[in-house]
């Protein structure tokens, strides 16, 4: 625990009987506007106690085991140092060639046995629902870190709170914002496009026509009275939008080679494009790039991507705590 003159004027101590105690983070479904703005006033704490003290004991004696079946760096890293700046401590696999799950073992079986070591699991995996799966057989909190081309809700809580750091709070009511690339594959926008749906926002998708966002997403948006509108050229909508959420084209999700090399350049931001956009405007992308923003745009301050991976830290440290019992 903080100590007295260190400690933030939150509900951090023991609160096992907070509304996130136990609780699993599958889908941003979960999710209301309360939620969200106590989840970024958390975020937003976490990041002040980083700032001026490091790291600190809240969950020391927790430990977490973080499972991924696929690879990682950003997502991986950060919840290990999200546990760690708590003062608890991870049992890493990234690997699972080196587990037993090599050997044949079922997603549910893993679960289990780790659950006997762990307080809390985070899972990256590569099929949809294997998240729900999971947490069907635990009966510890499980965090989905990406379910194949599903979900990938701790990303969308970063990528919101990134918004409202970056842009001011409350703003967020009355933006453009603008979805680019991969549309289809990509995890990531599949839940910002949903989490969004909690304000009063207006979604761009621009995107090859083969790579378009899912119909189930669309009609989801639809459904919360959300306006949407498809493009493929970024021209269109470069000068109204607020922010641009650039992704990878998938290459892994590609059946047939020939089709995502038609498409891996279909887009590529320079300093040169970015003229026709607004001055008060950022550029976003989970990361990793692979040639879609050029790297001379990273100078310019519209260029949050590295900022949006460090707020990503403050968000899972939040989530952590709070399934924990400790916000
Ligand atoms: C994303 C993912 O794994 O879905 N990365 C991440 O978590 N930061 C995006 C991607 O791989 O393109």
Redesign the pocket.
Known sequence: MPTESQSPHLPFGDNTRAAWYGQDILSVKQFDRADLEYIFGVAHEMRGMVERIGTFDLLKGKILANLFYEP?T??ASSFMAAMQRLGGSVIPINEVKYSSVSKGESLGDTVRSLECYADVIVLRHPEVGSAAIAAEAASKPVLNA?DGVGE?PT?ALLDTFTIFEELGEGQIDGMTVTLLGDLKN???VHSLARLLTLYDVKLNYVSPDILKMPQEVKDEVAEKGIPQAEFTRLEDVLPETDVLYV??V?KERFSDPAEYEQVKNAFVITPEIMQSAKDEMIVMH???RVGEISTAFDTDPRAAYFRQMEYGLYVRMALLAMVLGKA
Request: glycine fraction near 14%; hydrophobic fraction near 5%.
């Open positions: 990682s950003r997502t990406g990938h990303q990509g995890r990531t992704t990878r998938q989970p990361l990793p």
